[in-house]
């Protein structure tokens, strides 16, 4: 029988996963002596140990799992009394040579405008990480602390985690012993982070279809309830790729004698008279499946592999004991693994949902439960899975590692929802990109349409987008039992999910090979500037666009919701409005139901499957669409493979690189490397481009092409082509968005939308059409004394621009 512990998991040995780490630190980076030790990870980082038994831990750690880096350049002073200094080009140190203290340690960042200066025992505010779990929460809450900080200069203590030894087993760390690491970057985050990553091991490649749309509810369903279920979305043409069978697939009426019944290995055969058959018919689907498991009850004596599970644990059955778990056991973690999960694998689950809420503490001090399950359960992954996943909760540092995170029971309210994009963003700061949230609540409030269809907007540009509610019959997250309008905003925001799953899934191989999340703050790119920091939901989704979801109720009068963004400079369009604006500002952002603001500057490149019906799994597209915004030159290379390969690089990507030549005007989708796709139909959208039709196409020779200039964009159609050839689609030379926002058609077609009085509508629509120039024309919109967010969206499009 295999077992997770012939992974030989630890870091020091052959491993499938871990092969490339090594925690034993370059000894060219140490400087060391009797009772302590600093290695130079790199010019901004600096590990700190202190040992009273003269021993340090070159073992791998949660965090720590490849401290032998490359030397960095740095220079080491010495002086008679023990002390020395350490000084690269970001930091200088210093040292007494005795136990660390807040006076003999401490280090300077070095070329910063004002001196920053941390000293041993000070923890420094951070702009925060994330925490393991929302359960219970309505609106914020505290979150861990991060590696970024506002005074550019924080610490990580590593002293108390969990460590892997050799022998593909864990341990706990010696009592005493010091061990942290120092971060000093300035505002150069994304290399503090590519430090942290450089440590702890970037995440994985995710499967494809693991940006698709996950079907989760806690509910009994019955086999057959279930598969007519995925048969509506299919005949609502809402596509979907992961079904997640929450806890009811298992018994649950057990003998009281036995406890509560949220642990449980044996299918329920009053709902799933066939199981087998059922996840045989999900898979016919395209679905992918993932069973939830509470592992800390053990295995009790009602399941049927009770018995087995004694008998390789050399225990007696008849008592009818509970098997414990006890996850510092190697036997009892290998018997979990091969005894009960491996059996439900071969019947068809893909991957387990780890609903472990439990606590910290095990029968070993030191020894995190949450750490073990995440660990092995991803390791032993690879046994069915091209690519090991798990679906489980935050454990600290290190995490990334292990995707998915789930982030706990969300309360069904507008509080919850408008912390969800900070919560999603922030714990970039901390490498832990891949939050799947209970989209749409989990239990309690009420039922608001509203709320849930910007919740699904909210999710669409999640790293992770899982519908999820409780086992309450009327808390639903079926589009259809929502009101019509919500009904076509939700579905078509699900459909758009599957859609974007071209960029989010090349946009996921970046986040393996270069630690960049899906979804992270916007002061990464601007730590220079105080109003990236203040707009926290605002955030970045991918490497082309930013988003500021909307996250609380629409004003009655304008029947809009309001997300207040700053535009960092340049100018930006709006990719469902297709308004542009001036950057370098900030302004309120007014959005119908139907959208939220999703910004894009000129020189973006976004990939898409094409509009027609999107079908379940996130299969490779035959039909593209790429959104190209003029007025920069811009360049994105679409990664595609067949699905094989745990690490990068094992994987043979089929790339597709799109170009924007702004000076020439011409777009080029270049021929595909590897392509798996022989020939390809693509379009072209030009958000607020409708200045030419003198647009022509080349593959090789001249094609038939068909522009189309729509409201405010305009789209070109053209014909399949083989994908070993270059596409050439020429505009006019130097392109550029188009020069006003059709103002006062907008403005009078969002007036006649408004709930409000005929008369202060007139009354607005004279101010903003009169003659004169835009201040005077302000000032009369401002001497009415209008509703302020009837005011405030007028505004928005009045000095969009200009």
Same mark, same amino acid.
Not at 659 to 683: C, D, F, P, Y
Not at 772 to 798: N, Y
């Given at each position: 029988?295999?077992?997770?512990?012939?992974?030989?998991?630890?870091?020091?040995?052959?491993?499938?996963?871990?092969?490339?780490?090594?925690?034993?630190?370059?000894?060219?980076?140490?400087?060391?002596?009797?009772?302590?030790?600093?290695?130079?990870?790199?010019?901004?980082?600096?590990?700190?140990?202190?040992?009273?038994?003269?021993?340090?831990?070159?073992?791998?750690?949660?965090?720590?799992?490849?401290?032998?880096?490359?030397?960095?350049?740095?220079?080491?002073?010495?002086?008679?009394?023990?002390?020395?200094?350490?000084?690269?080009?970001?930091?200088?140190?210093?040292?007494?040579?005795?136990?660390?203290?807040?006076?003999?340690?401490?280090?300077?960042?070095?070329?910063?405008?004002?001196?920053?200066?941390?000293?041993?025992?000070?923890?420094?505010?951070?702009?925060?990480?994330?925490?393991?779990?929302?359960?219970?929460?309505?609106?914020?809450?505290?979150?861990?602390?991060?590696?970024?900080?506002?005074?550019?200069?924080?610490?990580?203590?590593?002293?108390?985690?969990?460590?892997?030894?050799?022998?593909?087993?864990?341990?706990?760390?010696?009592?005493?012993?010091?061990?942290?690491?120092?971060?000093?970057?300035? /505002?150069?985050?994304?290399?503090?982070?590519?430090?942290?990553?450089?440590?702890? /091991?970037?995440?994985?490649?995710?499967?494809?279809?693991?940006?698709?749309?996950?079907?989760?509810?806690?509910?009994?369903?019955?086999? +057959?309830?279930?598969? +007519?279920?995925?048969?509506?979305?299919?005949?609502?043409?809402?596509?979907?790729?992961?079904?997640?069978?929450?806890?009811?697939?298992?018994?649950?009426?057990?003998?009281?004698?036995?406890?509560?019944?949220?642990?449980?290995?044996?299918?329920?055969?009053?709902?799933?008279?066939?199981?087998?058959?059922?996840?045989?018919?999900?898979?016919?689907?395209?679905?992918?499946?993932?069973?939830?498991?509470?592992?800390?009850?053990?295995?009790?004596?009602?399941?049927?592999?009770?018995?087995?599970?004694?008998?390789?644990?050399?225990?007696?059955?008849?008592?009818?004991?509970?098997?414990?778990?006890?996850?510092?056991?190697?036997?009892?973690?290998?018997?979990?693994?091969?005894?009960?999960?491996?059996?439900?694998?071969?019947?068809?689950?893909?991957?387990?949902?780890?609903?472990?809420?439990?606590?910290?503490?095990?029968?070993?001090?030191?020894?995190?439960?949450?750490?073990?399950?995440?660990?092995?359960?991803?390791?032993?992954?690879?046994?069915?899975?091209?690519?090991?996943?798990?679906?489980?909760?935050?454990?600290?540092?290190?995490?990334?590692?292990?995707?998915?995170?789930?982030?706990?029971?969300?309360?069904?309210?507008?509080?919850?929802?408008?912390?969800?994009?900070?919560?999603?963003?922030?714990?970039?700061?901390?490498?832990?990109?891949?939050?799947?949230?209970?989209?749409?609540?989990?239990?309690?409030?009420?039922?608001?349409?509203?709320?849930?269809?910007?919740?699904?907007?909210?999710?669409?540009?999640?790293?992770?987008?899982?519908?999820?509610?409780?086992?309450?019959?009327?808390?639903?997250?079926?589009?259809?039992?929502?009101?019509?309008?919500?009904?076509?905003?939700?579905?078509?925001?699900?459909?758009?999910?599957?859609?974007?799953?071209?960029?989010?899934?090349?946009?996921?191989?970046?986040?393996?090979?270069?630690?960049?999340?899906?979804?992270?703050?916007?002061?990464?790119?601007?730590?220079?500037?105080?109003?990236?920091?203040?707009?926290?939901?605002?955030?970045?989704?991918?490497?082309?666009?930013?988003?500021?979801?909307?996250?609380?109720?629409?004003?009655?009068?304008?029947?809009?919701?309001?997300?207040?963004?700053?535009?960092?400079?340049?100018?930006?369009?709006?990719?469902?409005?297709?308004?542009?604006?001036?950057?370098?500002?900030?302004?309120?952002?007014?959005?119908?139901?139907?959208?939220?603001?999703?910004?894009?500057?000129?020189?973006?490149?976004?990939?898409?499957?094409?509009?027609?019906?999107?079908?379940?799994?996130?299969?490779?597209?035959?039909?593209?669409?790429?959104?190209?915004?003029?007025?920069?030159?811009?360049?994105?290379?679409?990664?595609?493979?067949?699905?094989?390969?745990?690490?990068?690089?094992?994987?043979?990507?089929?790339?597709?690189?799109?170009?924007?030549?702004?000076?020439?005007?011409?777009?080029?989708?270049?021929?595909?490397?590897?392509?798996?796709?022989?020939?390809?139909?693509?379009?072209?959208?030009?958000?607020?481009?409708?200045?030419?039709?003198?647009?022509?196409?080349?593959?090789?020779?001249?094609?038939?092409?068909?522009?189309?200039?729509?409201?405010?964009?305009?789209?070109?159609?053209?014909?399949?082509?083989?994908?070993?050839?270059?596409?050439?689609?020429?505009?006019?030379?130097?392109?550029?968005?188009?020069?006003?926002?059709?103002?006062?058609?907008?403005?009078?077609?969002?007036?006649?939308?408004?709930?409000?009085?005929?008369?202060?509508?007139?009354?607005?629509?004279?101010?903003?059409?009169?003659?004169?120039?835009?201040?005077?024309?302000?000032?009369?919109?401002?001497?009415?004394?209008?509703?302020?967010?009837?005011?405030?969206?007028?505004?928005?499009?009045?000095?969009?621009?200009?």
């Amino acid at each position: 029988m295999s077992s997770p512990l012939e992974f030989k998991n630890s870091v020091t040995t052959p491993s499938p996963l871990f092969s490339a780490y090594d925690p034993t630190p370059n000894p060219e980076s140490t400087v060391q002596g009797e009772n302590y030790r600093f290695t130079v990870i790199s010019e901004g980082c600096i590990r700190y140990e202190y040992s009273p038994d003269g021993k340090f831990e070159d073992r791998a750690s949660t965090f720590a799992v490849h401290r032998n880096l490359p030397k960095p350049k740095y220079n080491v002073l010495r002086d008679n009394e023990g002390g020395l200094e350490i000084k690269t080009d970001r930091l200088h140190l210093q040292y007494d040579g005795k136990a660390f203290t807040a006076s003999g340690l401490y280090c300077d960042l070095v070329g910063q405008e004002w001196m920053q200066t941390w000293r041993y025992g000070f923890t420094p505010g951070t702009l925060g990480g994330t925490c393991r779990t929302l359960d219970g929460v309505d609106g914020r809450t505290k979150l861990e602390e991060g590696i970024l900080s506002p005074s550019s200069i924080t610490v990580l203590d590593d002293s108390g985690s969990m460590i892997f030894s050799p022998d593909g087993w864990v341990d706990t760390r010696v009592k005493g012993r010091i061990d942290g690491y120092l971060f000093g970057y300035g /505002g150069d985050f994304r290399e503090a982070l590519r430090i942290y990553y450089e440590i702890s /091991g970037k995440p994985p490649m995710l499967p494809r279809w693991a940006l698709g749309n996950w079907w989760s509810r806690y509910y009994p369903y019955s086999g +057959e309830g279930y598969l +007519e279920l995925m048969d509506r979305f299919k005949e609502e043409k809402v596509p979907l790729a992961v079904a997640v069978i929450d806890m009811d697939w298992h018994k649950v009426d057990i003998p009281e004698e036995y406890g509560t019944p949220w642990t449980g290995y044996t299918w329920e055969k009053k709902l799933f008279p066939d199981h087998v058959k059922f996840m045989q018919e999900l898979h016919d689907r395209d679905l992918k499946i993932t069973l939830n498991t509470h592992p800390a009850d053990g295995v009790r004596g009602f399941e049927d592999a009770y018995p087995e599970m004694c008998k390789v644990l050399n225990r007696d059955p008849s008592d009818k004991h509970p098997v414990n778990f006890d996850c510092t056991s190697r036997e009892f973690l290998s018997a979990y693994m091969t005894t009960l999960h491996h059996p439900m694998e071969d019947e068809g689950a893909d991957f387990w949902w780890i609903d472990w809420q439990q606590g910290t503490h095990s029968r070993i001090p030191g020894i995190d439960p949450l750490w073990m399950l995440n660990h092995y359960h991803f390791i032993d992954s690879t046994r069915r899975m091209g690519r090991p996943m798990t679906f489980s909760r935050y454990a600290g540092p290190g995490s990334g590692r292990y995707p998915i995170g789930f982030s706990g029971d969300a309360l069904v309210t507008w509080d919850t929802l408008n912390f969800q994009p900070e919560f999603t963003a922030t714990a970039a700061n901390i490498g832990f990109g891949w939050w799947s949230h209970d989209i749409g609540g989990h239990w309690a409030g009420i039922k608001d349409d509203e709320l849930a269809t910007r919740w699904v907007q909210l999710g669409c540009f999640s790293p992770i987008l899982r519908l999820h509610s409780s086992n309450n019959p009327f808390n639903c997250r079926e589009p259809w039992h929502h009101g019509a309008e919500a009904e076509k905003v939700q579905s078509n925001f699900l459909r758009l999910r599957h859609r974007l799953v071209p960029y989010t899934y090349t946009e996921a191989i970046r986040c393996a090979t270069e630690g960049r999340s899906l979804v992270e703050p916007i002061y990464y790119d601007y730590s220079h500037r105080s109003e990236a920091y203040k707009n926290k939901n605002q955030s970045t989704f991918g490497t082309q666009l930013i988003i500021n979801p909307i996250t609380s109720p629409r004003d009655k009068g304008t029947m809009m919701g309001r997300a207040d963004t700053w535009l960092p400079p340049g100018l930006w369009v709006d990719l469902f409005t297709y308004v542009v604006y001036d950057g370098d500002r900030v302004t309120a952002l007014h959005r119908t139901l139907e959208s939220l603001p999703v910004l894009a500057k000129p020189g973006a490149i976004i990939p898409l499957e094409s509009t027609k019906e999107v079908g379940n799994g996130c299969l490779i597209p035959e039909e593209m669409e790429a959104v190209v915004v003029v007025g920069a030159d811009g360049e994105y290379e679409l990664l595609e493979d067949d699905g094989s390969g745990a690490q990068v690089e094992e994987v043979k990507f089929s790339t597709t690189k799109i170009t924007l030549n702004q000076s020439a005007g011409t777009i080029t989708i270049h021929s595909s490397a590897n392509h798996i796709v022989k020939q390809r139909k693509w379009s072209i959208r030009l958000p607020a481009y409708t200045n030419s039709f003198n647009i022509t196409a080349k593959a090789g020779s001249d094609i038939d092409i068909t522009a189309n200039r729509k409201q405010y964009h305009t789209v070109i159609e053209l014909p399949s082509l083989p994908t070993s050839s270059d596409i050439i689609i020429s505009l006019p030379a130097n392109p550029q968005l188009d020069e006003t926002n059709d103002v006062l058609p907008r403005i009078q077609r969002l007036l006649n939308s408004m709930q409000i009085g005929h008369n202060p509508k007139l009354d607005i629509w004279n101010a903003v059409k009169a003659e004169g120039k835009p201040h005077v024309r302000l000032s009369r919109l401002e001497a009415l004394g209008v509703d302020a967010q009837v005011e405030s969206a007028v505004k928005e499009i009045m000095f969009a621009r200009g």
